[in-house]
């Protein structure tokens, strides 16, 4: 396209200058001030006649772009937000005048608004946030049990059950010394599988929402500890591993008291937590006296301010929502220990059934735990006054 140009406008300074292009170097040897003159002269010609056609073309475009603005414009009227002001404000111009002079407000009846060719905008302008999500207890009967680990399907302990005879004073020479004999049996805790699935989930889902991988594992633990608790909980309440209060109390601080400094260091174990529900939680803590009406505790429980954590005789107080009102535990804890065969785990799989075929993708939680109780009167299930 270059050498097009070039070409075309030496052809044209051929035919201006009446001479050949082969000899424009000899010809301006010849004359070179009058050669170069008439070369300038040349070219501003060619530049004119340019910019007439230049402009020349531009009219004829500008006038088409004119009429098919104007055939656009007689099809859709398009009133927008500002129009829809100044029209307003023009209308009702004088009004505004009278009224602002005289220290008066008025109301303005904006005119039509069409905003008709962009429906369905919402989703154009809503905003996402990360999901609600349900809530969970934030107590675990982990948290106050020791813990450990199991290699095998179920653990075997040799347990003591009752010592015949005893250690007694002996008189020197005077026959056979006392006799001691332990007595044993073999105590066995199984691992029980605790396990949840999650079928179904698109992959897509995990793709497009960030937080759909985070909320699943997040979904899948909870899922699990609620279990596990509800697990354990159950097992300390059963009669095998527990002794009902046997006490004559009847206020429930006086219970708890009676249960943990009482019987428990009776059955010759030392009392480290006391788990209740939240209902009695909080009537001990808004405990009231039956003649002043006043909050009163006895001087042998406290309350941390800062946290509400409740102390019965220095023992700390937990509360949860899984045990049912009027029911509570008592205990030393130590004596019960929570082995991990299978740590909890959280698997994503797309081989279950026809899963591959629908690009969904089931979710596994599981875990395998036991809770063996060493001693079955080193928990104390004590029943609290409504």
Not at 53 to 70: P, R, V, Y
Not at 237 to 253: C, F, H, P, Q, W
Not at 267 to 282: A, F, R
């Amino acid at each position: 396209m270059a050498e097009l140009q070039i070409k075309e406008v030496q052809d044209f300074l051929a035919e201006e200058l009446q001479t050949l292009k082969k000899n424009f170097s000899t010809e301006r040897e010849k004359d070179v001030a009058g050669f170069d003159g008439k070369v300038k002269d040349a070219m501003d010609k060619l530049t004119a006649d340019m910019q007439a056609k230049h402009a020349d073309i531009q009219k004829e475009m500008d006038k088409a772009l004119a009429d098919m603005t104007e055939k656009s414009a007689a099809k859709v009227e398009r009133k927008n937000f500002g129009w829809s002001l100044h029209e307003t404000l023009k209308s009702n111009h004088a009004e505004m005048v009278k009224n602002v002079k005289s220290g008066k407000g008025m109301e303005l009846t904006m005119k039509d608004f069409n905003y008709s060719d962009f429906t369905g905008y919402e989703p154009f302008v809503t905003d996402f946030r990360d999901p609600i999500l349900l809530p969970y207890d934030s107590f675990h009967y982990r948290n106050v049990l020791p813990g450990g680990t199991m290699s095998g399907e179920f653990v075997k302990y040799p347990k003591e059950t009752a010592t015949t005879g005893g250690a007694n004073t002996w008189a020197y020479g005077d026959g056979s010394k006392p006799e001691i004999e332990p007595k044993m049996t073999t105590y066995q805790a199984d691992a029980e599988w605790i396990a949840g699935l999650i079928k179904g989930v698109p992959i897509s889902m995990i793709e497009d929402l960030a937080w759909m991988t985070a909320f699943l594992q997040n979904k899948g633990r909870a899922e699990l500890l609620k279990k596990e608790d509800t697990f354990i909980q159950g097992l300390l309440l059963d009669a095998a591993n527990s002794e009902n209060y046997n006490g004559s109390k009847t206020v429930s601080i006086e219970i708890l008291i009676d249960a943990a400094l009482r019987q428990l260091k009776n059955n010759l174990h030392t009392p480290t937590g006391i788990v209740l529900s939240n209902q009695d939680y909080v009537n001990i803590l808004l405990g009231k006296a039956a003649g002043s009406g006043e909050y009163d505790f006895p001087g042998v429980v406290t309350v941390n301010p800062l946290t509400g954590q409740l102390n019965v005789v220095g023992i700390p107080v937990f509360s949860n929502s899984y045990l049912s009102q009027g029911t509570g535990i008592v205990g030393d804890w130590n004596q019960a220990q929570l082995l991990t065969r299978q740590a909890p785990r959280i698997r994503f799989f797309d081989q279950n059934s026809d899963d591959a075929e629908k690009n969904v993708i089931l979710v596994r939680v599981e875990e395998r735990v036991a809770l063996p109780v060493f001693y079955d009167n080193a928990f104390i299930k004590v029943t609290l006054a409504s």
